[in-house]
């Protein structure tokens, strides 16, 4: 099985930043697409940003021009850089992996989450 681990979540004032990682360990593969997902209090679970093993990356609307994700295939670690936070960013940040412990077995993957609180 594949293992997440998220760190770097706390409590940041507004407009302030915060780096989160995240790595995968266990009985890889290969890893495909890995990124950041987000649920709030009362609300769904929403992505917040992906990239591919290639490097493309995908990002939501209300993140975009203030997150970057990156990645480093070697250490199977994904990060996400979050910048001029708002205390809409407030919520519990899940890593996500799409990934194969053997060939052809895909799987998705999450970490526990970790909790991003910004105050006003």
């Known amino acids: 099985q594949v293992q997440l681990v998220e760190s770097g979540g706390g409590l940041v004032q507004a407009g302030g930043s915060l780096r989160l990682s995240c790595a995968a360990s266990g009985t890889i593969f290969s890893i495909n697409r890995m990124g950041w997902y987000r649920q709030a209090p009362g609300k769904q679970r929403e992505l917040v940003a992906t990239i591919t093993s290639g490097g493309s990356t995908n990002y939501a609307d209300s993140v975009k021009g203030r997150f970057t994700i990156s990645r480093d295939n070697a250490k199977n670690t994904v990060y996400l850089q979050m910048s001029s936070l708002k205390p809409e960013d407030t919520a519990v940040y899940y890593c996500?992996?799409?990934?194969?412990?053997?060939?052809?077995?895909?799987?998705?993957?999450w970490g526990p989450g970790t909790q991003v609180t910004v105050s006003s």
């Open positions: 996500y992996a799409y990934a194969a412990i053997r060939l052809g077995s895909w799987n998705d993957y």
